[in-house]
């Protein structure tokens, strides 16, 4: 692992929207311990797509991190950064062995170019189809549903990474909690239903939810999955 250092107190200020998954970024800032500003983006409004945000993200989308004023985009390459820059939380494990340290990373691209997008034709099937949605629900539905096996397995009476929890954990409880509220049968997995009790009690959580809450409030958003 690499630690990145910088002088003096760096200007942190994550993008945002309360129920996205800048959830996890704002549990991993939380973890830090680190002091920040939030922004909250109403992708509801179409925010995100405005040309004040674009000139912030370009991509149209959250989260995004502005690091003393230098953007950056991709929640697994934040959740990587904020790692190596606060290697004291814990946000992800680390090896000596060159294959086991890249793992974590390949388990954050897996949650944001897998199951996320799985993730989305369930809980948001019309965004992909100007047709009948009900097609690319069922498509997302059996896609999610292979990979739910995999992590019932690899939550099974455990962390992720075994007797500690990571970021990773947050990431995949965001993903299962929002494909449930979409339709997914996640009571089909008691292993996925115990892990997100056990990371619903988490502190960093905690917090992070009670962040967006307040966030959502001032805005007068409602109908935010927590």
């Not at 690091?67 to 004291?88: S, Y």
């Not at 948001?124 to 690319?136: E, H, S």
């Not at 909690?177 to 009571?187: D, S, T």
């Amino acid at each position: 692992m690499t630690i990145i250092e910088f002088g003096g107190r760096m200007d942190l200020t994550l993008f945002y929207f309360p129920g996205a998954c800048s959830r996890v970024t704002m549990t991993a800032l939380e973890a830090a311990g680190v002091a920040y500003h939030d922004r909250l983006v109403n992708i509801r409004t179409d925010e995100q797509k405005s040309a004040d945000y674009r000139r912030v993200n370009p991509k149209g989308k959250v989260p995004a991190l502005a690091v003393d004023g230098r953007i950056m985009t991709e929640n697994a390459a934040i959740l990587v950064f904020l790692d190596r820059l606060f290697p004291a939380a814990g946000l992800l494990p680390h090896s000596d062995d060159p294959v086991a340290e890249i793992a974590p990373l390949s388990d954050l691209l897996w949650c944001s170019s897998t199951l996320h997008p799985a993730m989305r034709q369930i809980r948001a099937p019309d965004k992909f189809t100007t047709g009948d949605p009900a097609a690319v629900k069922a498509d997302g539905m059996g896609k999610f549903a292979a990979e739910a096996t995999r992590i019932a397995a690899g939550v099974d009476g455990r962390w992720w990474y075994g007797e500690r929890w990571s970021i990773v954990d947050i990431y995949l409880f965001w993903l299962c909690n929002v494909a449930e509220k979409g339709g997914f049968p996640l009571h089909d997995y008691p292993a996925i239903i115990d892990h997100a009790a056990r990371v619903r009690a988490l502190p960093p959580l905690i917090r992070a939810l009670d962040r967006e809450r307040a966030g959502a409030d001032r805005a007068g958003i409602e109908g935010i999955i927590y």
